[in-house]
């Protein structure tokens, strides 16, 4: 059976693990923990193919522990019981090392037949996971265990790599390859921080080049197209990049605004660009300047008629159209501040004048006596209460300090001053 070139690059030491540089550099925690000798529990939470597992392998080599291996995908509770069975043998007595990838897919009930072992020493965890670990793991071994964050490795960083798959690719093949200027930077930089991605496709474009070796930019392309996409609209790189459009367009920073809009797009992510510039809209601009919402509106509109790759287009527009418009959130704040009173409990009766008295009986009621209707007064205003006589002075509202919004309180505050008594 052929080895995937992958498993044959395979790293046997901290030192030729590429990127990492936080966890695995001079002052790294990991290089410290293999120094000791000593194997803490750790969770290793990241994106696939930036060394996880192979990190995992080398720490529990360098402890001398005896390591398992589960993955969290397939994994029963009879194969973690098998595991634990271990424990009472010769070979379990110094504990053991389990690594368990993907430990998300596990249930709660799995993860805690192993919280026992994991407290009293005699199981030591290794897990990976690409999804947010304080979402996906119980409570109870995350406590137990040090989270440590592995970064997408950089494409200057992956560049190497490349080189030195596309040699033991001639050396697997007898070839001398002739590789086209620009095959290993696009590779490098289009499989997303994903090493094991870059390593595949090396492998992929070496076969295909068999017999002649001639690598090609344009094969390059076709199989690496849209790999560096790493996109789940499940999972943390969806609300991460959401979070950073949102922010972007709230700090006025046109070119990343646009940024995060085309990565939404090219994963096909129509709809929650949409969805998130409406409510941009009405959050961070909002009052400062409130045709941006019905500009928005008409955009998303258009973009759903047009469809993908169309609809990049309104949708830029609306981009650097809330980027370079002023920003209030007085009115997000003003709603959230309401809610947070009905929430909490904090409303009362509404006043009698205000109520229905459309009906028979209501005036026997007290309904809509000693209402004053605004447009009967100058100005279209008359003071009157209306909110519930417990919060009658309650202010959810202040106007913000841009140009519209202090308009309107100036002509607030000419209308208070013409109807004093």
Known sequence: MTTPLANAMRPQTLDEVVGQPHLLGEKGILPAVVRSGALPNLIFYGPSGVGKTTVARIIAGAAGRRLHRLNGTTASTADIKEVIAELDTLSGRAGLVLYLDEIQYLNKKQQQTLLEFIEDGSITLIASTTENPYFYIYNAILSRSTVLEFKPVSAAEV????????????????????????????????????????????????????????????????????????????????????????????????????????????????????????VIACEDIGLAYPQAIAVVKACVDMANQLGLPEAALPLGDAVVLLCTAPKSNS???????????????????????????????????????????????????????????????????????????????AYRKRLLESTKD
């Open 331 to 409: 009115g997000a704040l003003g709603i959230w501040a309401a809610m947070a009173d009905v929430k909490a409990g904090n409303y009362g009766d509404i006043p009698d004048h205000l109520k229905d008295s459309h009906y028979a009986g209501a005036k026997k009621l007290g309904r809509g006596q000693g209402y004053k209707y605004a447009h009967d007064y100058p100005g279209h205003y008359v003071r009157q209460q209306y909110l519930p006589d417990n919060i009658k002075d309650k202010v959810y509202y202040r106007f913000g300090e841009n140009k519209t919004e202090q308009a309107a309180a």
């Open 159 to 278: 560049r190497p790599v490349v080189d030195r798959a596309f040699v033991e690719m001639g050396r697997i093949h007898g070839v001398d390859f002739a590789i086209e200027p620009e095959v290993a930077d696009y590779v490098a930089a289009a499989c997303g921080g994903d090493v094991r991605k870059a390593i595949n496709t090396v492998e992929m474009l070496g076969i295909g080049a068999l017999p002649e070796g001639r690598v090609t930019l344009e094969s390059a392309r076709l199989l690496a197209q849209r790999s560096s996409m790493r996109y789940d609209r499940d999972g943390d790189a969806h609300y991460d990049i959401l979070s950073a459009f949102q922010k972007s367009i709230r700090g006025s920073d046109e070119n990343a605004a646009l940024h995060y809009l085309a990565r939404l797009l090219e994963a096909g992510d129509l709809i929650s660009a949409c969805r998130r510039l409406m």
